[in-house]
């Protein structure tokens, strides 16, 4: 009943059209009046605390970096360089946004940022080429996704916070499965494109492809930075997405001179208003979280999932169909906050590494962001490109199960993430 009436009230929330912050207040509202508990100060209390996390402020200064990046020239940059490396194959321009957003993905946490910069950038060459502008704009949704996986990550960095994990430790272990998802999109790309009979461009010469790496040699020195100041213990997590705001403000003011003091205060503006929207959902969501734990759902959870327990393997696959049926109706920050405090026992009980669950997590619920009817990413580029949202999620369909697949394969064959993982750690 507990159960029921905390989702029921959830569902019924979101149904009558609230936003998803208030609507899991409501939820905690309606919980704490089943247990008989109401209290408006510890409401307003767990609210509070729940956005009061040194961690948490990562959030704002990685959202401020992939800002810079894409307004600073950062972005242009990598995609000028991946045009002149790939950009001369057959499909090129599709290879070009893959490696563009694997580039990008290391330097802005932030699926919407990334999508929204290759969108503006690449959609419009790819038309122009000759691809199909449907499958262009899904190949660019699903290469989007990627950030949240690649360090840095503001996926990792939530997940962290509400699962009580290293974050540092999340970020390393994202590295290989990022770059394994960008091979299997190139992958289901290469066979879409070779049904398209489009004359790639001229190979860039020599000249110009040291010219590109030139110019965008500050934006990829960034990802260096952090991964190494990570694994070195140079700074934490957080101190690392300080160090990319300013670095990247840097870039953007002084070494490209594309952002000028009058465009800093859009930048900050436009930063702030994204970060208030991931910090209310943390917020509200702690409520949430609290009343899970007191309720003791996490125990009902481990006893309906009771007939897996004893297999790691069809656990894990069936949590992983449950999340992705989230996802399908919810974004990426709520889903996170509402079922690791659930899930995470059930994970712990079952012995399972709760680093490797944690990024199985992230990779289920970014792809969940490419995953009609919500769908934020594909949002996102059919608003750019202009497109309607079942042209866009047609043509994601080929690329969405490629990254599907890979995370399946990730299920059954966990060394896949583990043995990156501790390497990078060591």
């Known amino acids: 009943m507990t159960v029921f009436v905390f989702l029921g009230s959830l569902l019924a929330a979101m149904a009558i059209g609230l936003p998803i912050a208030y609507a899991l207040l409501a939820s905690g509202v309606a919980l704490m009046w ?8 510890i409401l307003a209390q767990n ?6 996390s040194f961690p948490l402020l990562a959030v704002p200064f990685f959202m401020l970096a992939g800002e810079i990046m894409n307004v600073g020239g950062l972005s242009r940059r990598i995609v000028d360089l991946a045009i002149t490396l790939v950009g001369h194959r057959r499909g090129g321009l599709g290879f070009v946004a893959i490696l563009a957003a694997v ?7 932030s699926a919407v940022a990334d999508t929204a910069a290759l969108a503006a ?14 499958k262009a704009g899904g190949l660019i949704a699903s290469a989007g996704i990627i950030a949240p996986v690649i360090p840095p990550s503001i996926g990792f960095v939530v997940f962290g916070v509400a699962a009580n994990l290293s974050i540092g430790k999340l970020f390393l272990a994202g590295i290989v ?34 010219k590109a790496l030139r110019e965008s040699a500050w934006a990829l020195f960034l990802p260096v930075i952090v991964v190494v100041g990570l694994k070195f213990g140079v700074f934490t997590p957080t101190e690392a997405a300080v160090v990319a705001a300013v670095y990247a403000l840097f870039v953007a003011m002084v070494v490209y001179r594309e952002l000028s003091l009058h465009q800093i205060g859009e930048v900050f503006m436009a930063a702030a208003k994204t970060t208030a929207v991931i910090m209310f959902l943390v917020a509200a969501a702690m409520v949430s979280a609290w009343l899970i734990t007191v309720a003791d759902i996490p125990s009902k959870m481990i006893a309906l999932l009771q007939p897996f327990m004893g297999n790691q393997t069809l656990l894990l696959i069936a ?3 449950l999340v992705m049926a989230v996802g399908t109706a919810m974004d990426m920050t709520p889903t996170i906050l509402i079922m690791t405090p659930v899930l995470m026992p059930v994970i712990k009980a079952a012995g399972i590494d709760p680093i490797y669950f944690g990024v199985l997590f992230i990779i289920n619920n970014a792809i969940g962001l490419i995953t009609p009817p919500v769908g934020t990413v594909l949002n996102v580029v059919a608003g750019v490109g202009k497109m309607k949202m079942d042209d866009v999620t047609r043509g994601v369909m080929p690329f969405m199960i490629a990254e599907f697949t890979v995370m399946f394969l990730m299920v059954l064959f966990p060394s896949i993430v ?8 060591n």
Do not use: Y
């Open 34 to 41: 089943h247990l008989d508990m109401f209290d408006a100060q």
């Open 47 to 52: 609210v509070v605390n729940g956005a009061d």
């Open 103 to 109: 580039m990008m993905a290391a330097l802005s946490g």
């Open 121 to 134: 950038l690449l959609l419009p060459m790819m038309v122009r080429a000759g691809h199909d502008k449907a």
């Open 177 to 210: 499965p990022g770059i394994l998802m960008g091979v299997s999109i190139a992958i289901a790309w290469w066979w879409v494109a070779k049904k398209e009979a489009i004359t790639p461009p001229p190979k860039a010469s020599t000249a110009a492809r040291l």
């Open 319 to 321: 949590i992983m169909v």
């Open 418 to 425: 583990t043995v990156p993982a501790k390497w990078f750690a």
